[in-house]
């Protein structure tokens, strides 16, 4: 069955350490998401992407990177400029048309160590 | 800019009875609204979806929203819930901006189901 895979499940970091998610789906969307959420605060947009080689920031950038190099796979890095890494992230996905509903990943949960 | 508002944080009812959930949106023009569902430690699964057309839509798992313009609401509704209802619950706005689609979320609405 097709879907959005993310892995690792559970991640730990170090102070100071750089880490990456990933996020691949085999559902040829075309655009790809990443949301951080924190208990009592929904969903916040990371980063966006509509197509390969592009994306866009969203509305917490801050502290984060992604790539776009081929269409199936979104990896978020978390690099040591976010202070406060410590969260549920997840990624979704969906059809080129924009208002197709995302369809999402299982998250991965982040702590720090 | 796009904005949600789930106004109860959370809600409790017993099994067997009826459920609506609150959802008001904020967005210039006509917008796309979705109710999410997650489960613990689970990502979202869609419930239903409003693009245009009847105002009434229908969802999976026995849910059904209303979109109502004057009001700026899509309240979620279910006439008998079950235990296995207990989730958060999401609802999103859609909007198209230069740069591409993206939604807004509100905060979510966590369901207690009592036996």
């Known amino acids: 069955d097709g879907g959005i895979t993310q892995s690792p499940k559970y991640l730990f970091r170090k102070e100071g350490q750089n880490v990456t998610l990933s996020c691949e789906q085999n559902l040829n969307h075309d655009a790809m998401y990443w949301y951080r959420q924190d208990p009592g605060q929904g969903l916040r947009l990371i980063y966006y992407?509509?197509?390969?080689?592009?994306?866009q920031k969203g509305d917490i950038a801050e502290g984060y990177s992604v790539s776009r190099e081929k269409k199936e796979s979104f990896p978020l890095t978390v690099t040591s400029a976010q202070k406060n890494p410590t969260a549920f992230y997840l990624c979704?996905?969906?059809?080129?048309?924009?208002?197709?509903?995302?369809?999402f990943g299982d998250g991965t949960r982040l702590s720090i160590l | 800019a796009q904005s949600v508002t789930q106004p109860d944080i959370h809600i409790t009812v017993s099994e067997g009875a009826s459920l609506e959930l609150r959802c008001n949106y904020s967005y210039g023009a006509t917008p796309y609204l979705f109710w999410y569902v997650q489960s613990p430690g689970q990502g979202l699964q869609l419930l239903l979806k409003y693009f245009s057309g009847d105002t009434l839509v229908q969802g999976i798992k026995g849910f059904e929203a209303e979109f109502k313009r004057s009001q700026s609401s899509f309240n979620l509704r279910k006439p008998s819930v079950h235990w296995s209802d207990a989730a958060e619950y999401f609802c999103?706005?859609?909007?198209?901006?230069?740069?591409?689609?993206?939604?807004?979320f509100g905060e979510g609405t966590q369901l207690t189901v009592n036996p």
């Open positions: 992407s509509q197509i390969v080689n592009d994306f």
């Open positions: 999103a706005v859609g909007a198209q901006e230069t740069s591409g689609s993206r939604l807004t």
């Open positions: 979704a996905s969906h059809k080129g048309m924009s208002n197709q509903p995302q369809h």
